[in-house]
């Protein structure tokens, strides 16, 4: 066991699968001798040399639509979008190319590329530095996306993200990246398969799904409410795409009540996919409507009014008191 | 092959007499070993990769130009019949494409668009699995793997990306074959494009990131002049080949239209980028004859004029006067080239009535590589769901 941030445990990870597998490799912008703009990939250039972690030109598209042509070549690349708010000049790399090239070929290419993208707000940024793009990518078939909000999953999931023959998207939540945790490098434990939820906090009352920055946000909201006799079950959902459904249905149906938090806009959003899904699963076992706790349907706002936009423990437990009334 | 290696000053003088940044409206240096007129010239650096070609290579140029055009013609056939949904014809641009997929070697690996069914062909595609994509059976159709010749990319430009990053991943396995003492031959990567996808970001992007990495890639543009009703002076002001001197490697713009000249210019641009002297831009001067597709009318934006002072400078005619004249290819042999496209016409036809319709099926299987729970899900419903019409079926029965 080893106690160390989210990005010291992706840093960890890549250092990893870099070792491991000798066609790995990263690419990205800054992410040599800088180490990247949050450091994640500090130190990495150094040991690994420039042929394997790639400072590239600055062009989304272009570290995309290369580290397709290097995965259709035997190679496993792992692309940094240095932002959330940047990843939209590689969409159509990612969306057009990526996702289909696997099912355009029937099967017979795969292309193994991992996609990490910090994203989420709260860290007081300018504009297009705190955008939660996932739904964006989720809506695609072809596509995995997960996002570890603990140090140890981070450690895991990006060394399986890397093994994956599917492309990943890798969302870290920036804002937690220097949270720390506990981290077993030696077991990968529960975090053995990416792409299940985890039951992170047990309850009887209601269901809480949340997923990267505000697992934390959730479970504190769930101790909250145990000071009005409330017990809260909290879900950390780790793959967005695909969507651990089994999971959270267990859930309601013991708790027979469900809260969906995430950053990004509701409108449209993953939310609103558990809602409907859940309400086909489980409706009788449903003592009140899916309520959904994300972002307003407006671009990400200016910093300083961004906690009114955000998420928060009180955003969660209005919303909580709303299903236990219904 | 002959010596990979130029001789002194060939570099330079490429640099100052092909791709000389020429001002609008003034004339350009074009790479033009056979001209219309059927006569051979010369050229200072070409003419020694012209030698290479011997008279049996130049009838397989021939017959192949013959084969895809008749191929062409009866894809074209079929899309009229209604056995296609759409047809991507290529007539005009034959000499571009099987002069540089004949310079392509075996190891090298290639970026296609969706016009280069000439370059398939040279590539031993079947060219009854082209078909399948446009008979609405198939997205792509053969497998890239067996003949290095990856599928179509639709959304133009996107394969130039592709190309360097796979010509990065030669370099890398280059390196750790030069540690292993490996007799692998060399190899490099030609990325297709036209001169309507040049002004597509990806093809920037995929310049800058080949020229930063000295990539072993060589951008073939065919510029035919007409990105469907657009011609190629809204899309540049300057000879497309002179873009490469922005991103610092050489641009040749060629006669697309000569054979020879094609081949040549294409057999250096590969051994420049083998031997890992960077990148190559090669612009080959063509002109698309027939429609952007069988839904597309050139008559509402081109004169009919300008489509036949191309055809004056049709590559079928000019090799044919070529082998005609040096005694190189006699009446039988034009006889075989004719009877041998009728075949390949009348294979194609009868195997594209033939196409199997895919199962749904096969479409779930391939999203993703590995498991996938929602994937399941559907499938299982999907099952469930065409099982109840199996059954009322029993039951009308």
Redesign the interface.
């Known amino acids: 066991m080893a106690t160390m941030t989210i990005a010291k445990a992706i840093n960890e990870g890549l250092r990893a699968s870099l070792t491991n597998n000798p066609k790995s490799l990263l690419m990205g912008e800054d992410i040599g001798h800088l180490g990247g703009v949050y450091r994640v990939t500090d130190g990495l250039i150094k040991e690994f040399g420039d042929e394997r972690v790639v400072d590239t030109p600055l062009a989304e598209s272009g570290i995309v639509g290369t580290a397709i042509g290097l995965a259709l070549r035997g190679y496993s690349p792992v692309c940094e979008i240095q932002f959330d708010g940047f990843v939209y000049p590689a969409f159509n790399q990612i969306t057009t190319q990526l996702a289909k090239i696997h099912s355009r070929s029937l099967g017979k290419l795969t292309v193994p590329v991992v996609i990490r993208i910090p994203y989420g707000g709260g860290i007081g940024s300018i504009e297009h530095h705190s955008e939660s793009p996932e739904a964006l990518f989720a809506h695609t078939a072809g596509l995995r996306i997960i996002s570890p909000s603990n140090a140890h999953d981070a450690y895991w999931m990006i060394q399986k993200a890397i093994e994956c023959q599917d492309p990943v998207i890798f969302f870290e939540p920036k804002r937690r990246y220097w949270l720390k945790g506990e981290v077993d490098v030696e077991n990968a434990g529960l975090s053995e398969d990416p792409f299940k939820a985890h039951v992170v906090r047990e309850g009887t009352d209601a269901t809480i799904v949340a997923y990267g920055p505000l697992v934390p946000v959730a479970l504190a909201a769930a101790n909250a409410a145990t000071e009005d006799g409330r017990s809260v079950e909290v879900i950390d959902l780790r793959s967005i795409s695909p969507l651990d459904f089994d999971t959270v249905e267990a859930s309601v149906k013991k708790t027979g009540r469900l809260i969906v938090a995430h950053e990004a806009p509701t409108f449209g959003g993953i939310g609103g996919e558990i809602a409907a899904r859940i309400s086909e699963r489980a409706f009788l076992h449903l003592e009140a409507p899916v309520i959904r706790v994300g972002g307003f349907h407006m671009p990400y706002p200016v910093a300083k009014v961004e906690e009114d936009y955000l998420p928060d423990i009180d955003k969660i437990l209005e919303a909580l008191d709303r299903s236990l009334s219904y | 092959m002959g010596s990979t290696q130029l001789p002194p000053g060939t570099e330079e003088s490429l640099a100052a007499t092909t791709a000389a940044a020429a001002a609008p409206g003034e004339p350009v240096e074009m790479v033009q070993l056979l001209g219309p007129d059927g006569k051979l010239g010369s050229d200072p650096v070409f003419s020694d990769y012209a030698k290479r070609i011997d008279p049996e290579k130049l009838r397989v140029f021939y017959t192949d130009m013959a084969r895809i055009r008749r191929f062409d013609q009866e894809a074209t056939a079929l899309q009229r019949q209604g056995e296609l949904a759409l047809w991507v014809p290529l007539t005009g641009q034959e000499a571009a494409q099987i002069g540089s997929g004949h310079a392509s070697q075996s190891q090298d ?1 290639i970026f296609p668009t969706y016009r280069e069914h000439g370059v398939a062909l040279v590539r031993n595609v079947d060219l009854a699995e082209l078909l399948k994509q446009f008979r609405g059976v ?3 159709g053969w ?3 067996e003949n290095n010749f ?2 179509y ?1 639709l ?1 133009l430009a ?1 394969q ?11 370099q ?2 280059q ?1 750790l074959a030069a540690a292993s003492d490996s007799t692998d031959p060399k190899a490099a990567v030609i990325a297709y494009f036209g001169d309507g996808a040049s002004s597509e ?2 093809v920037h ?2 310049m ?2 080949a020229a ?1 990495y000295n990539a072993p890639v060589v951008f073939f543009c065919q510029n035919n002049h007409w990105a469907i009703s657009v011609p190629t002076e809204v899309q540049t002001k300057v000879p497309l080949a002179n873009r490469a001197k922005g991103y610092g490697f050489p641009g040749i713009r060629v006669d697309g239209n000569d054979v020879i000249a094609v081949h040549a210019v294409t057999e250096w641009a590969l051994e420049h980028a083998r031997e890992g002297r960077g990148p190559v831009l090669i612009e080959a001067y063509t002109y698309r004859v027939g429609a952007h597709t069988t839904a597309d009318d050139p008559t509402k934006y081109r004169e009919s004029a300008e489509e036949a002072a191309w055809r004056e400078k049709d590559p079928l005619d000019r090799l044919e006067k070529y082998l005609r004249a040096e005694g190189l290819a006699d009446e039988a042999f034009f006889d075989q080239v004719k009877a041998d496209g009728d075949e390949l016409a009348k294979y194609v036809r009868s195997t594209t009535h033939g196409l199997e319709v895919p199962d749904i099926r ?2 779930f ?6 498991q ?3 994937i399941a899900e559907e499938l299982a419903w999907f099952e469930e769901y065409s099982a109840g019409f199996e059954s009322d079926q029993e039951a009308a029965n």
């Not at chain 2, 130039?160 to 030669?170: D, F, K």
């Not at chain 2, 299987?365 to 590995?370: F, G, K």
């Open positions: 690996y198939s997205n792509g497998d890239p793997r990856h599928l990319t959304v996107a130039t990306l592709h190309a360097v990053g796979y010509a990065m991943g030669i890398r396995d390196k970001g990806d992007e995929s800058v990131f930063s096969e479409a299987a391939s999203v993703y590589a590995e996938h729970p929602l």
